[in-house]
């Protein structure tokens, strides 16, 4: 089972941090370590997600829309989850943990908000301080998820250097850490970082998985043909992956931003398009310039707006188990309309990529592929900007 001991997917992954964070690194995976065997550990977090989050979320079988694209599509329904999106997952497990380490206070970054919200709803769960890192430029345009945030008793702290956006507000985070790290645990929000992180962060967002198995199995008494998720970090199409890693025949998709076009430059396929090299302590795939520096992701989506990816989606690409497309904001935004008006679900941003590339699919695949894609959150955070696009 990968990653190895320290860390490495095949040639990605690892730990590339200032000398400061190697002892909390290794504190950290000590810890989680530990708890993966501890049988109260485990009953406190599958008890957390079951009454305070609402897992197990249903497995949806959407007929409309399979009716439309000639598939039997199932949708995992993340968006069902408390605060509206699969991050609860991640911030209920690490919380956990905080509290084993006894740590007094937490950080993040964030950059839609949707992780910040979902990290100071446990930092308020347990009453625990909260400091979240965000760009301004995210800050401007994310502004109810700010306020939720400060409803939650946390601070959002700007970040006013580079592109003002979630690379930079993971920058600083990194520094606060480095300063404080005897009495702070840095929660981050999907599946990248250094090493354990990218294992961490994928271990707690693999309930999902493992619910649309079994689900899958009772309902269809077979496994499905693809699993279809948007990837931004990453982790809600690992969390849906890994169960199946196995399973052959079952096919990986994973969608990335192409933004304005992959020709255009401005976009956000970092597996598509992108480079090797690191970033925020991690090797992997990543967006840079010719000379090496890191480009600036764009995509409609905040959620899938970062240049880099998990480690674990790198390897998964080399050895061929996974397959990465690209969908433009403007096919995202059919996606988004489409699963509004044929299933009754307005979904975020993020899986709307996922949603239009089955469109793309249907060129593809055999009539009625068993397909389950990853709704990873609901579209509520994302009125306001939809509303300024589509003239209805
Ligand atoms: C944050 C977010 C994503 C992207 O993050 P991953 O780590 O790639 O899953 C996708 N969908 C929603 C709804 C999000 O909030």
Redesign the pocket.
């Known amino acids: 089972m990968l990653p190895d001991k320290k860390g490495h997917f095949g040639n990605f992954g690892g730990k590339f941090v200032p000398e400061t964070l190697m002892s909390a690194l290794g504190e950290l995976e000590k810890e989680y370590s530990l708890a993966k065997k501890d049988k109260k550990f485990k009953a406190q977090f599958a008890y957390y997600l079951k009454d305070y989050a609402g897992r197990p979320t249903p497995l949806y079988f959407a007929r409309r829309l399979s009716e439309l694209l000639g598939m039997r599509i199932y949708l995992k329904r993340e968006d069902l989850l408390h605060t509206g ?3 609860l997952n991640n911030t209920l497990g690490q919380i956990l943990l905080a509290l084993r380490m006894k740590k007094k206070r937490i950080i993040a970054e964030t950059g ?1 908000g ?2 910040g919200v979902a990290t100071a709803t446990v930092a308020a769960l347990f009453g625990l301080e909260c400091d979240v890192y965000m760009g301004t430029e995210d800050i401007e345009r994310q502004r109810i998820n700010v306020f939720r945030v400060k409803l939650l008793g946390a601070r959002v702290i700007p970040v006013k250097s580079g592109s003002r956006t979630l690379k930079d507000a993971t920058t600083e985070a990194i520094r606060d850490w480095v300063t404080n790290v005897n009495t702070t645990h840095y929660i981050i ?3 990248v970082g250094p090493h354990p992180y990218p294992m961490m962060v994928r271990d707690f967002q693999a309930v999902i998985g493992r619910e649309a198995r079994q689900q899958i199995l009772a309902r269809e008494k077979r496994l499905p043909d693809y699993l279809v998720a ?8 690992i969390g849906l992956f890994h169960a199946f890693f196995k399973d052959k025949k079952v096919k990986f998709i994973g969608v990335e931003a192409a933004g304005f076009g992959l020709a255009s430059g401005k976009h956000a396929a970092t597996l598509v398009k992108g480079g090797v090299g690191v970033l925020h302590g991690t090797k992997s795939a990543l967006l840079e310039d010719k000379f090496g520096q890191i480009n600036t992701a764009h995509s409609i989506a905040a ?2 707006d970062y240049p880099g990816v998990g480690p674990e989606h790198a390897y998964y690409k080399k050895i061929g188990r996974a397959d990465y497309a690209a969908v433009d904001d403007k096919q995202a935004l059919e996606g988004f309309g489409l699963l509004s008006e044929t299933e009754g679900i307005i979904p ?1 941003l ?2 709307a990529h996922a949603i239009y590339y089955l469109k793309k699919l249907k060129a593809k695949t055999k009539k009625n592929s068993l397909v389950i894609l990853c709704l ?2 609901r579209g509520d955070k994302d009125i306001h900007l939809i509303s300024e696009k589509l003239k209805l």
Do not use: F
């Open positions: 999106a699969h991050k839609a949707q992780h929000g999907s599946v948007c990837v931004g970090g990453g982790s809600n199409a959620g899938l975020a993020e899986p990873s959150g």
